[in-house]
């Protein structure tokens, strides 16, 4: 069973920084495709960034491309987003994602991921 955890989140000011960690466990994810996700209050769940793990290739929502950046840890086994020049706007909780299946592109649903973790608010203050 795939067991995700998420940590990093917290209070930024506009401009700033905030790297999540998501910790992955419970299988072999070597041809796994993971994600983050968010979901701002009394919004949707929508897609923020996806790397597949073998061969790293990224993908990015347009609102978070060239600002955000997702990269793996192999040997931790852990996710990383890297979220630069925050905005009020980018204001949810993030969710880590993962899924054996998924091919990957730059807008999946939240359909193409079986596994979630729990979530990590992000708040950026104005």
């Known amino acids: 069973q795939v067991q995700l955890v998420e940590s990093g989140g917290g209070l930024v000011q506009a401009g700033g920084s905030l790297r999540l960690s998501c910790a992955a466990s419970g299988r072999t994810f070597a041809s796994y495709t993971m994600g983050w996700f968010r979901q701002a209050p009394g919004k949707e769940r929508e897609f923020v960034a996806a790397?597949?793990?073998?061969?790293?290739?990224?993908y990015y929502s347009d609102s978070v491309k060239g600002r955000f950046t997702i990269s793996r840890d192999s040997a931790k086994i852990t996710v990383y987003l890297q979220m630069n020049s925050l905005k009020p706007e980018d204001t949810a909780v993030y969710y880590c994602a993962a899924d054996l299946y998924y091919s990957g592109s730059n807008n999946p649903s939240i359909g193409d991921f079986a596994s979630w973790g729990q979530g990590t608010q992000v708040t950026v203050s104005s």
């Open positions: 790397i597949k793990w073998s061969g790293g290739r990224t």
